[in-house]
């Protein structure tokens, strides 16, 4: 069975810093692209950031670049969110997602397994 499982949300002054670690179990990490997403209450769950099986292809939002870097460690079955300079815009629920192939996507339809969501606000 499939499971991914978020850590790291919480609570943080804007112009904080925050890092979100989702752990893959039940697959084989190293073949997954990996992505995060994120959904403000009222709002659609809208990409934040991707990168492909071995890390050399890196997306991200618009809104978010400069801002938050995505990596990954396959040793540890553990892809990572860095997210600095936060501010109260990036208040959501953090779902991390997998994909069945290697190459990475910015969209929601081409993720096949997901994560149950950490929670971040950021407070001004």
């Known amino acids: 069975q499939v499971q991914l499982v978020e850590s790291g949300g919480g609570l943080v002054q804007a112009g904080g810093s925050l890092r979100l670690s989702c752990v893959l179990s039940g697959r084989t990490f190293s073949s997954n692209a990996m992505g995060w997403f994120r959904q403000a209450p009222g709002k659609e769950r809208d990409f934040v950031a991707g990168?492909?099986?071995?890390?050399?292809?890196?997306y991200y939002a618009d809104s978010v670049k400069g801002r938050f870097t995505i990596s990954r460690e396959n040793a540890k079955n553990t892809v990572y969110l860095q997210m600095n300079s936060l501010k109260p815009e990036d208040t959501a629920v953090y779902y991390c997602a997998a994909r069945y192939y290697g190459a990475g996507s910015r969209f929601h339809n081409d993720y096949a397994y997901w994560g149950q969501g950490t929670q971040v606000t950021v407070s001004s």
């Open positions: 990168i492909n099986w071995n890390g050399g292809n890196t």
